[in-house]
């Protein structure tokens, strides 16, 4: 063989193996993306399910806030009176 012949060997070889490294690649590419595609979809799922929760405790901390700073602004009117 001449040296032509080892350039076009060595050529073809490298071909394939950068074939089958791609192949293997874009097979990995696809595995990874269903697998982020079921992540997305199991927590989209169990946004769901809590949404009902955030909002109830959103109403009950904001009932808490606007009653407790309305009766702390009643004590402090009630104690500024008182002082004078």
């Known amino acids: 063989m001449d040296f032509y012949q080892w350039c076009v060997l060595v050529a073809v070889v490298t071909f394939v193996v950068l074939a089958v490294f791609a192949v293997r ?11 982020v595609e079921y992540l997305a979809v199991a927590t989209a799922e169990n946004v769901e399910k809590t949404k009902s929760a955030f909002a109830l405790i959103d109403n009950v901390s904001s009932l808490l806030d606007s009653s407790f700073y309305k009766a702390m602004k009643l004590g402090i009117d009630f104690i500024r009176r008182y002082r004078r």
């Open 25 to 35: 690649a874009l097979l990995q590419i696809t595995r990874t993306a269903e697998a």
